[in-house]
Nanobody, 125 residues
Framework: QVQLVESGGGLVQAGGSLRLSCAAS????????MGWFRQAPGKEREFVAT????????DYVDSVKGRFTISRDSAKNMVYLQMNSLKREDTAVYYC??????????????????WGQGTQVTVSS
C-alpha cells in the first residue's frame, strides 16, 4: 500500500490551466502504475489518465486527450496532472491512485488499491 496526497486544485476560468500534484509515500512507489480519476457531482468516478511504472507509457480518456498531460518524478515520489484549456465539464474532485506493480498502466477502478483524498477543481465560464 502507498499513501497519496493530492494538491493543486482550485477555481479557474474556462480556457485556463492547473497542475495537480500527488505526493506518494513508500519505497515501492517507483514500481506502481499510477492514475488520475475524477468524480463530478451526481456522477460515478471516471478514469482520466494513467502512467506506467517506468513513465514510458501514458494514456487518457478521449475527452481530455490533447489537453491533459500525466507525468511522474519517481525520484521525488510525485505524480502530476497538467490540465490545459480547461472546460466547465472538467469540474470535479480529482483523485490520484496507485495500481499494480510494473505493467503498462491501469484503466479500471478495480485495478487501483490506494487512493488519495481528492482535490476539487472548479472551472467557471
Amino acid at each position: 500500500q502507498v499513501q497519496l496526497v493530492e494538491s493543486g486544485g482550485g477555481l479557474v476560468q474556462a480556457g485556463g490551466s492547473l497542475r495537480l500534484s500527488c505526493a506518494a509515500s513508500g519505497r515501492t512507489f517507483v514500481s506502481y502504475n499510477m492514475g488520475w480519476f475524477r468524480q463530478a457531482p451526481g456522477k460515478e468516478r471516471e478514469f482520466v489518465a494513467t502512467i506506467s511504472w517506468s513513465g514510458g507509457m501514458t494514456d487518457y480518456v478521449d475527452s481530455v486527450k490533447g489537453r491533459f498531460t500525466i507525468s511522474r518524478d519517481s525520484a521525488k515520489n510525485m505524480v502530476y496532472l497538467q490540465m490545459n484549456s480547461l472546460k466547465r465539464e472538467d469540474t470535479a474532485v480529482y483523485y490520484c491512485a496507485a495500481a499494480g506493480r510494473y505493467g503498462s498502466g491501469a484503466y479500471s477502478r478495480e485495478e487501483y488499491h490506494s487512493w488519495g483524498q481528492g482535490t476539487q477543481v472548479t472551472v467557471s465560464s
